[in-house]
């Protein structure tokens, strides 16, 4: 919170007095000249500084290495070229001095060592099964070649789902195997069926008129 108060409290207060001081002595006009100055050449070597970052990083990118130092200069050199776009003139020194490639270098080195002491920041590792930041991929794959199910009941490098195969077939042969004994006899039934050679004569009954005339 302190230095949110510092950059937005103080430093324009103190951009002020030293711009009515410099107004003062040289003329408004030449203080406008002087900041517009600044400015315009501060951008042109913020062209070139980024351009020259821009390219190292993609040379170490081709050669398979992590440009770390790259992008901390890059961060450096946007907060140059901003301060460096804001009027005044201790804004001006430091965007100045931090396009420099010397004082941005030390400072990106310095920024790496310290992120590189924090925990879990670059030597972030899992040691159970898993990939560190500093891994070898030769065998092409970040993960142990090593099955995780050859450990255990299952040492002998079978898989457990082969194993259960084996368990399932095993009771399913068992099941098949058993035998049972016992008697039966076959029950007809053509005794509660009907004689199908059995005729049914179906009589006519008389019509009326046959009965009436005997």
Not at 3 to 23: H, T, Y
Request: hydrophobic fraction near 40%; avoid cysteine.
């Amino acid at each position: 919170m302190k230095w949110f108060f510092l950059i937005f409290v103080i430093v324009p207060v103190l951009e002020l007095s030293i711009l009515i001081k410099l107004g003062s002595f040289i003329g408004v006009g030449w203080t406008i000249l002087l900041i517009l100055s600044t400015a315009i050449v501060g951008a042109s070597l913020l062209r070139k500084q980024g351009v020259s970052t821009l390219l190292r990083a993609n040379q170490r990118m081709a050669n398979g290495e992590m440009p770390a130092r790259e992008v901390a200069e890059g961060f450096f050199l946007a907060l140059g070229g901003a301060l460096l776009l804001t009027p005044g003139l201790l804004t001006d020194v430091l965007g100045f001095s931090l396009i420099v490639p010397t004082i941005r270098a030390r400072l990106a080195d310095r920024v790496i060592a310290h992120l590189s002491q924090q925990p879990n920041t670059f030597h972030s590792s899992f040691q159970h099964g898993g990939f560190s930041a500093g891994s070898n991929f030769s065998n092409g794959s970040p993960f142990s070649s090593r099955s995780p199910f050859s450990s255990g009941s299952h040492s002998n490098s079978q898989s457990p789902f082969e194993a259960g195969r084996r368990q399932t077939g095993t009771s399913a042969s068992n099941a098949q195997g058993e035998v049972f004994e016992g008697e039966f006899s076959e029950v007809s039934d053509a005794s509660s069926r009907p004689d199908e050679t059995q005729q049914i004569d179906l009589r006519k009954d008389p019509a009326p008129g046959n009965d009436k005339k005997n």
